[in-house]
């Protein structure tokens, strides 16, 4: 018997999407030569192999290079230039013979034969500043780039090398074999760039009054290069945007500067007692057992104090670190320091920060309370914080390193400073600490992969924010309920993804190949995941899952391929399509309402159902017709106010099929009957979210998972049985798939002005 019923269904339903048939078949007599979104990503993704498994996980041949790195390091304030000596202990833990080893050289970026300016298109303005003028026009003479004075083996023998640009292939004196390690010693100096006024990640800002400096300091030594399974060498040239990729291993770095400079840095003050005084030392105590304010190790007046004068001496601070892949520190007479603690779950970390006083009153109240929020939003969305603080640094830019942080964020001469100065460094701070987890700890490869590190610490920053909020309510200003956050929210991704095709690129491109950098490498993935998390999976099952995902690499060395093949691993989700839409296209949403048709029921046979009586072999009384809203007999129909399950043929047909606990769950008594239409103008396949309103005034929502689309990319029908009327119907309520166009989410249509002008707007196109 329960056949039967499933025939019977079958046949309501063929009566009424009889015309939709027929466009269907043109449809697909047109042929489709697109592939189908749903496909999964055999083609695209790398074969998983002993090295990352299918899973998305290390596999049991993974293995990774160690770059373990001694330094003496001396700034020349008064020439600002940096001195280095350093010797470079490499552990060849690949299965692979290695004749030679490339060494990254950043800092030839900016020297004069740098290729960097010549790859930038460029024309002429109407136009423009003197300084501009002279930086386009008069090539100015700057001695930038690394001077390497020596390449030696530990013997002091030299070493053969080449540099080309930013690379340096040092020839090694035997093959290195699984398990080999090689040290060797490189010397070399440079001259220290003014990052204000000649840009970088690193360089030194200049203070007229009192002729002082502030050093953030990074990229300043020469670095291993990552060799792995993946790219083999990755010796791709520093052109100045994407970033970089190290290997993991440990820092013993001496680092000389005058001595009435305060500076930290990547890794453990080893020499404390040394380069503290005594009071120092007593308000570092207070600070390691200090939750909730920071305490001042050095205060503004002490700054102030120092900076007036300028100290002949000199005195070395000496920093540990183990496990970093990299190092940076900040230097200055102008610094003042301030620190509290935080616990985590399993640990203690410091939050710390380095600022002169051009960053008060804004830097004093917010910069370390700011880091010990990040610690805490990304332990939980992640790991426990594995270091032992994080300094945020005062500065012109923002930029990561590990356990120290480059932000900007400046009040005016007064101390005043408005909202988007004051949002703009928290959100920094936020987004730079954030960085210690990618790609700092989680050690993605930045100089291929943009947004595996931009795109989710973006993310995970948009959390943060949404935390920070939260436990420190009085940083918002007047008005403001929750952080007012730049990325994440999929509406804010909108123009750029509806914007002009020829400028946008998938987010699986070469930073330095992408349009609209900041957008596609941070705005576009880190909306993803957020639409992935709060639209499509849910937060328990993306929590989990980016958890798993963190936890599975870190301190290794993940792949785009680890992380989707993760997240699908750890959720039972399917993915593909959401990464082939969202990652490897341009496409964008557009889902709308194409048209809605009304149906009243009735048993009264009509000539669409007595045709079909005929084909099916059935009494033409027997059967369920619905009529369309304008033909005949839909008035009477209506009128009748019958609902389905009171016509006598289903009435009866119920009480035949269905056991009287069955009949009781049968709560509806549907009488208003709905076809319709969903269309989708735009490319991504995204979940179909509808709300519907009824004559009463309520609302349901219904999510269709984006398989909805898996037969027919361009319009999909559904049937909706309800026992109210609808009068409304709104697609992506919420906005929260991003959808660029939504004068077609609405049933009614809103006409309203915005239409007119775009009609008017075309028209003049
Ligand atoms: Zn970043």
């Known amino acids: ?170 020839e090694l004196p035997k093959v290195m074999k699984t398990g080999d390690k090689f040290s060797f010693n490189i010397k070399w100096n440079y001259n220290i760039n003014n990052h204000v006024t000649e840009g970088g990640r690193s360089g030194y800002e200049y203070f007229e009054e009192n002729d002082n400096r502030i050093y953030v300091i990074a990229q300043f030594y020469p670095r291993m290069a990552v060799y792995n399974d993946v790219e083999g060498w990755q010796n791709s040239q520093f052109w100045g945007r994407d970033e970089f990729a190290l290997p993991f291993g440990d820092f013993d770095v001496n680092i ?16 404390r007692e040394e380069v503290f005084t005594k009071e120092m030392m007593k308000r570092y105590k207070k600070a390691k057992k200090s939750y909730d304010e920071p305490v001042m190790i050095v205060t503004q007046e ?173 940083a918002l200003s007047p008005g403001d309920k929750t952080y007012p956050s730049r990325r994440g929210p999929a509406k804010n991704i909108v123009r750029y993804m509806g914007g002009n095709q020829d400028y946008i690129a998938p987010i699986m491109t070469k930073g330095l190949n992408t349009y609209q950098f900041g957008n596609n490498a941070y705005g576009k993935p880190a909306t993803a995941l957020n639409i992935l998390r709060e639209t499509v999976m849910g937060r328990e099952l993306f929590d989990y899952a980016f958890k798993e995902y963190a936890n599975r690499w870190k301190f290794k060395h993940p792949t785009p391929e680890d992380f989707f093949r993760t997240m699908e691993d750890a959720s039972a989700f399917d993915l593909d399509w959401f990464w082939r839409g969202w990652f490897y296209t341009t496409d964008y949403t557009d889902i709308g309402i194409k048209e809605v048709k009304k149906f009243a029921v009735t048993t009264t046979p009509n000539d669409n159902g007595k045709r079909l009586a005929e084909r099916y072999n059935r009494d033409p009384n027997s059967l369920v017709y619905f009529i369309e809203e304008g033909a005949e007999g839909f008035d009477d129909a209506m009128k009748a106010n019958t609902s389905i399950n009171d016509l006598p043929t289903v009435k009866e047909y119920i009480m035949d099929n269905f056991t009287p606990e069955e009949q009781k769950t049968m709560k509806t008594a549907p009488k208003y009957f709905y076809q319709i239409t969903f269309d989708k103008p735009g490319g991504l396949v995204m979940p179909l979210i509808v709300e519907f309103t009824y004559a009463d005034g309520t609302t349901t929502r219904e999510t269709y998972p984006a398989q909805i689309w898996r037969l027919n990319d361009k319009e999909v029908q559904k049937a909706i049985a309800s026992d109210k009327e609808i009068v409304a119907i709104q697609v992506d309520p919420d906005l929260e798939t991003a959808d660029v166009d939504t004068t077609n989410n609405s049933w009614p249509r809103e006409v309203g002005e915005s239409d007119f002008d775009k009609f008017k707007n075309q028209v003049r196109d």
């Open 302 to 474: 002490e700054a102030e104090k120092t900076e007036k004068s300028k100290s002949k001496d000199k005195k070395t601070w000496k920093l540990s670190a183990q496990m970093v892949r990299d190092f940076g520190f900040a230097t200055s007479r102008k610094f003042l320091w301030d620190m509290m603690a935080v616990k985590l779950e399993t640990k203690e970390v410091m939050a710390v920060s380095l600022y002169s006083k051009e960053g008060n009153p804004l830097w004093g109240k917010w910069s370390t309370k700011t880091v010990a929020s990040t610690f805490k939003s990304f332990s939980r969305m992640t790991f426990d914080y594995p270091y032992h603080k994080s300094i945020s640094v005062h500065a012109p830019m923002g930029m990561e390193y590990p356990m120290i942080s480059f932000n900007f964020g400046r009040p005016d001469e007064e101390g005043n400073y408005s909202d988007r100065t004051k949002y703009g460094m928290i959100s920094v701070i936020i987004h730079e600490v954030g960085h210690n987890w990618f790609p700092m700890i989680v050690n993605s490869d930045e100089r291929q992969w943009t947004w595996m590190d931009e795109g989710l610490n973006t993310f995970t920053q948009y959390v943060a924010e949404q935390d920070f909020a939260e436990w420190y309510p009085e």
């Open 1 to 170: 018997m329960k056949i039967f019923k499933f025939f019977l269904c079958a046949l309501l339903f063929a009566s009424y999407s009889a015309y939709a048939q027929d466009d269907v078949k043109t449809e697909r007599q047109q042929g489709h030569t697109n592939e189908n979104k749903f496909k999964q990503l055999y083609d695209e993704f790398s074969t998983p192999n002993v090295y990352r498994t299918g899973s998305g996980a290390p596999g049991p041949g993974y293995y990774q290079q160690q770059a373990d790195y001694k330094m003496d390091i001396e700034i020349d304030d008064e020439n600002a230039k940096l001195y280095g000596d350093e010797i470079i202990t490499y552990t060849n833990n690949s299965p692979d013979e290695l004749k030679y080893l490339w060494v990254q050289l950043d800092q030839n970026m900016r020297a004069e034969d740098s290729k960097t300016p010549l790859i930038s298109g460029s024309g002429i303005q109407p136009a423009t500043t003197s300084s501009r003028a002279v930086s386009s026009y008069l090539k100015a003479p700057l001695d930038r780039g690394f001077n390497i004075e020596h390449v030696k083996d530990v013997n002091g023998k030299d070493l053969p090398h080449m540099i080309n640009r930013t690379m340096m292939r040092v």
């Open 256 to 271: 000389t500067v005058p001595a009435d400079h305060i500076l930290d840095g990547t890794g453990h003050l080893v020499n």
